[in-house]
């Protein structure tokens, strides 16, 4: 499975909403801000692009504290229709400062010095300490997990109904037609997460882990079908 580390580490580069909490910055009219994008620094520092000109650069850059504590906040929501949408969420926490001359025109870029990180997914919950988050890496799919489950979702449906033959006990055997509602629910190099929804309302996940790791799209579709086949037989 992958690691805590690595986990927050994905959050953290993915496109999932995220805000950045700064509460001693009392000057500030809203101490909430949503960054315009975000980056992780060689050392695991975050580095957060805002408008120059929005309340908290100001707020920053006019306060007392040069570098007040501030937490980043991540959300991750699944990319597909599913019950209980929400899959984790993740927090990082450090100094903020300001990084003169690297936005760009009208942005200014801030650094988050990590200092903890934490994550709540459908793994569990773990903290994360600033050496592991700095040295993991992101799931090689991060940027392009959203649009695998929703193609498996809408071009595949039946066949990820299949995977319900794989449970043993867990469902009624039957067609998939008569099953439960199978949907991809999060994937990484080791394997597809299904929720299976029964009713429309109860449900229950199924990990199905890929014979070896994957870390490219041609070894990603190969590892897919055999799960496909192993269903079918």
Same mark, same amino acid.
């Given at each position: 499975?992958?690691?805590?580390?690595?986990?927050?580490?994905?959050?953290?580069?993915?496109?999932?909403?995220?805000?950045?909490?700064?509460?001693?910055?009392?000057?500030?009219?809203?101490?909430?801000?949503?960054?315009?994008?975000?980056?992780?620094?060689?050392?695991?520092?975050?580095?957060?692009?805002?408008?120059?000109?929005?309340?908290?650069?100001?707020?920053?850059?006019?306060?007392?504290?040069?570098? &007040?504590? #501030? =937490?980043?906040?991540?959300? *991750?929501?699944?990319?597909?229709? /599913?019950?209980?949408?929400?899959? +984790? !969420? $993740?927090?990082?926490?450090?100094?903020?400062?300001?990084?003169?001359?690297?936005?760009?025109?009208?942005?200014?870029?801030?650094?988050?010095?990590?200092?903890?990180?934490?994550?709540?997914?459908?793994?569990?919950?773990?903290?994360?300490?600033?050496?592991?988050?700095?040295?993991?890496?992101?799931?090689?799919?991060?940027?392009?997990?959203?649009?695998?489950?929703?193609?498996?979702?809408?071009?595949?449906?039946?066949?990820?109904?299949?995977?319900?033959?794989?449970?043993?006990?867990?469902?009624?055997?039957?067609?998939?037609?008569?099953? &439960?509602? #199978? =949907?991809?629910?999060?994937? *990484?190099?080791?394997?597809?997460? /299904?929720?299976?929804?029964?009713? +429309? !309302? $109860?449900?229950?996940?199924?990990?199905?882990?890929?014979?070896?790791?994957?870390?490219?799209?041609?070894?990603?579709?190969?590892?897919?079908?055999?799960?496909?086949?192993?269903?079918?037989?």
């Amino acid at each position: 499975m992958p690691s805590a580390a690595e986990r927050t580490r994905t959050l953290v580069q993915s496109t999932c909403s995220a805000v950045l909490l700064v509460p001693g910055l009392v000057a500030a009219p809203d101490h909430r801000s949503v960054p315009d994008d975000r980056s992780v620094g060689p050392r695991g520092d975050l580095f957060l692009r805002f408008p120059a000109d929005s309340p908290l650069v100001r707020a920053l850059t006019q306060g007392r504290d040069d570098e &007040p504590a #501030a =937490v980043l906040e991540i959300t *991750d929501v699944a990319p597909v229709s /599913v019950p209980h949408r929400i899959r +984790g !969420r $993740a927090r990082v926490g450090g100094r903020l400062s300001c990084v003169p001359g690297q936005a760009g025109p009208g942005r200014t870029m801030l650094r988050l010095e990590t200092a903890e990180a934490f994550v709540d997914d459908l793994w569990g919950a773990e903290e994360v300490t600033a050496d592991a988050f700095r040295d993991a890496e992101p799931d090689p799919f991060v940027a392009h997990e959203a649009e695998l489950l929703q193609h498996l979702h809408a071009a595949h449906a039946e066949r990820m109904g299949s995977l319900s033959a794989l449970l043993g006990e867990r469902t009624t055997p039957g067609c998939a037609a008569h099953g &439960p509602d #199978a =949907v991809p629910l999060a994937l *990484d190099r080791f394997g597809l997460r /299904v929720r299976f929804v029964e009713g +429309g !309302r $109860a449900c229950f996940d199924a990990r199905f882990e890929f014979p070896e790791p994957v870390r490219e799209i041609g070894q990603l579709r190969r590892a897919v079908r055999t799960l496909f086949e192993a269903a079918s037989c």
